[in-house]
């Protein structure tokens, strides 16, 4: 079947199965390997992507449910090859260890931000409750959410007030 959808603002019509999970199209039909497989099941959070506005792992998605669908990945996160202020925010604070959880941590987040700029640690929280980090724990995670939100610099500025 042919599908016609737009990831990261670029469209794409392409001939596809109709049992082509929306995770194999984007890592094998257009080679962007950031969306990461971890356990094919829904459970954590790796393919997360953001489809229409929503976050969705792409492992359980059809590309075919998407035809005409919205899609964000991490690759359209940096541009011009510098890396979004949330990247730099994960970096910043260490709460990269091994990666493979981290382009679904990104994702999850930049959705909550879009809807809420100023995210409440518990909402935070929330928001990354589906995506599994085996390597950092969360706390770090929460703080870099915080710093690529402007919280944790004006947290650090009244702390020397």
Known sequence: MKITLTINGREYTRDIAENRTLLRFIREDLGLTGTKEGCGAGECGACTVIVNGKTMNSCLMLAAECSGAVIETIEGESESG??????????KHHAVQCGFCTPGMIMSVKALVKKNPKPTVH?????????FCRCTGYTQIIEAVQAGTDQRDEQEELRRV
Do not use: R
């Open 82 to 91: 510098e890396l979004s202020k949330m990247q730099q925010a994960f970096h």
């Open 123 to 131: 909402q935070i929280q929330e928001a990354i409750e589906g995506n």
